[in-house]
Nanobody
Framework: QLQASGGGLVQTGGSLRLSCAAS????????MAWFRQAPGKEREFVSA????????YYADSVKGRFTISRDNGKNMVYLQMNSLKPEDTAVYYC?????????????????????WGQGTLVTVSS
């Protein structure tokens, strides 16, 4: 259903662009998000984008460095990551939320999301 790609090894200060391809159903009416999970830590919210307005929301830790976008015609969601830091090292997951809109607080919760990709590993070396 969701296929994440684009991870890799990058040096501090570098950039990566993650992609999430949705297939098998229409995701254009669902909010989409990226989460990440570092070794030994819980999965945490990174960024979300609404289906209706394409407005976006970011965790404070990535605000100003990461940009989420979507292309409903291609069923794709992207995460442009700039100025990467070692603490950004994690497996990144894309997720598709429930149909319809909700508040940003709800969209930061893993419980809002029905579908998850398999994850792509991002490693930032110091």
């Amino acid at each position: 259903q969701l296929q994440a790609s684009g991870g890799g090894l990058v040096q501090t200060g570098g950039s990566l662009r993650l992609s999430c391809a949705a297939s098998g159903r229409t995701f254009s009416t669902r909010g989409m998000a990226w989460f990440r999970q570092a070794p030994g830590k819980e999965r945490e919210f990174v960024s979300a984008i609404r289906w209706s307005t394409s407005s976006t929301y970011y965790a404070d830790s990535v605000k100003g460095r990461f940009t989420i976008s979507r292309d409903n015609g291609k069923n794709m969601v992207y995460l442009q990551m700039n100025s990467l830091k070692p603490e950004d090292t994690a497996v990144y997951y894309c997720a598709a939320g429930r149909i319809g809109s909700t508040d940003w607080s709800t969209m930061t919760s893993r419980n809002w999301y029905d579908y998850w990709g398999q994850g792509t590993l991002v490693t930032v070396s110091s």
